[in-house]
């Protein structure tokens, strides 16, 4: 890692306890116009749970991992956490590194995909901090889209087996694989990636992963469904669907006898996954008898932390990016380039329409 000379780990944050709770929000709903009320409602999620988001904790945990495949292969490399809407904030660990003397890092995003809140966002966070920073702020390049990773779809893959293994046997056959992601509002989905490529580019990516993690399972086509979850917008306002508990009725009414449900759209157990399907999904499926076994997340996989390593190796030789699928990538790490011009743009959001979700 010759020519970098620290890793910067940027996640999106979250409250440590109640206090915390609507101050995160707020950070994560400026300028939105998001409701009081609206806002009450969301942090009932994270009190339900102490007030305390896992995702901290989760990050931290990756951190290790990297740090130990470092050690492992002899590299000494600092690793640094930084977050969008809480603490450690970005812009203050930018501002430790170069207090450090770091001048050139990469930077890891705990999010896989494209689009704006998936990508483009991450490339506004670089350079807020770097702002913040000042003229001694280091260079940070922005590690690619990993959403078809062979290692992402190896640890995906093995825990869908496992999920499997968890029903009763006679249900293990049959169970419908199903796939959930952060929904978005479908006027966000139009607008990610260039024009040429169509749009769509988050939804056409989560698509594309669920196809190659189910063939590694041996599910194929026509077997599986795509889903979505953690919508927050007003009921005016287009989101992707169909969500997860309206897709489990449906399941129910088709006569499925029991899921097995994929959060591909997460790299690790954060509030949306524990509250959106290990308590509102599992509560649906029990009430409408049917089974149902969750595929944990790949951030405690330990092949995870060795991909964020091929992520930097691949930044650093230039090799092509080890990939499963042929959904196109954007974003940094293409010879660190940024996106292509219009490619991701926020969408503009009337006044009050913003919703309080979170793309971790």
Same mark, same amino acid.
């Given at each position: 890692?010759t020519?970098y000379d620290a890793?910067?780990?940027?996640s999106?944050?979250?409250?440590?306890?109640?206090?915390?709770?609507l101050?995160?929000?707020e950070?994560?709903t400026?300028?939105r116009?998001v409701?009081?009320e609206?806002l009450?409602?969301?942090?009932q999620h994270?009190l339900h749970? +102490?007030?305390v988001s896992p995702?901290n904790?989760l990050?931290l945990?990756i951190i290790?991992?990297?740090?130990a495949?470092?050690?492992?292969q002899g590299?000494?490399?600092?690793?640094?956490?930084g977050n969008?809407?809480?603490?450690?904030?970005v812009?203050?660990t930018?501002?430790?590194?170069?207090?450090d003397?770091?001048?050139?890092?990469?930077?890891?995003?705990?999010?896989a995909?494209g689009?704006?809140?998936?990508?483009?966002?991450?490339h506004e966070d670089?350079s807020r901090a770097r702002?913040?920073?000042?003229p001694g702020?280091p260079?940070l390049v922005k590690l690619r889209?990993?959403f078809?990773?062979?290692?992402l779809?190896?640890?995906?893959?093995?825990a869908?087996?496992a999920?499997r293994a968890?029903?009763?046997e006679?249900?293990?056959?049959d169970a419908?694989l199903?796939?959930t992601?952060h929904?978005?509002p479908?006027?966000a989905?139009r607008a990610?990636?260039?024009p040429?490529d169509?749009?769509?580019?988050?939804?056409?990516?989560? +698509?594309e992963?669920?196809?190659v993690c189910?063939?590694a399972?041996?599910?194929?086509?026509?077997?599986?469904?795509v889903v979505?979850q953690s919508r927050?917008?007003p009921p005016?306002?287009p989101?992707?669907?169909p969500?997860?508990?309206?897709?489990l009725d449906?399941?129910?009414?088709?006569?499925?006898q029991?899921?097995?449900?994929?959060?591909?759209?997460?790299?690790?157990?954060?509030?949306?996954v524990?509250?959106d399907l290990?308590t509102?999904?599992r509560?649906?499926?029990?009430e409408?008898?049917?089974?149902?076994?969750r595929?944990?997340t790949?951030?405690t996989d330990r092949?995870?932390?060795?991909?964020?390593?091929e992520?930097?190796?691949?930044?650093?030789?230039?090799?092509?990016?080890?990939?499963?699928?042929s959904?196109p990538?954007?974003?940094?790490?293409?010879n660190?380039?940024?996106?292509?011009?219009?490619?991701?743009?926020?969408v503009?959001r009337?006044?009050?329409?913003g919703?309080?979700?979170s793309r971790?």
């Open positions: 890692m020519s890793l910067l780990l940027l999106f944050g979250g409250p440590e306890k109640p206090d915390d709770v101050p995160f929000l950070n994560v400026r300028g116009g409701p009081a609206r009450e409602e969301v942090a994270y749970f +102490g007030g995702i904790a990050n945990d290790d991992a990297v740090r495949r470092l050690r492992e590299i000494e490399l600092p690793v640094y956490f969008r809407n809480w603490h450690p904030l812009e203050d930018v501002g430790q590194m170069a207090a003397g770091v001048e050139r890092a990469l930077v890891f995003p705990t999010s995909w689009g704006y809140s998936g990508c483009r966002q991450y670089i702002e913040a920073a000042g702020a260079a889209q990993y078809d990773h062979p290692l779809v190896g640890a995906f893959a093995d869908i087996a999920a968890e029903l009763p006679g249900q293990r056959a419908r199903v796939f992601a929904s978005v479908v006027s989905d990610a990636g260039p040429a169509g749009g769509n580019l988050y939804s056409r990516q989560v +698509g992963t669920a196809r189910a063939a399972v041996g599910v194929g086509g026509g077997e599986f469904d979505w927050s917008g005016q306002v989101w992707l669907e969500d997860i508990c309206d897709h449906a399941l129910a009414a088709a006569g499925e029991a899921v097995i449900v994929c959060p591909i759209g997460f790299v690790s157990d954060h509030l949306e524990v509250w290990d509102e999904a509560d649906k499926a029990q409408l008898g049917l089974g149902f076994a595929a944990a790949p951030g092949r995870f932390a060795e991909m964020v390593l992520l930097m190796r691949e930044q650093l030789d230039g090799t092509a990016p080890a990939r499963l699928g959904e990538l954007r974003g940094a790490g293409l660190g380039s940024l996106c292509a011009a219009n490619c991701c743009a926020p503009r009337p006044a009050a329409q919703g309080a979700a971790p």
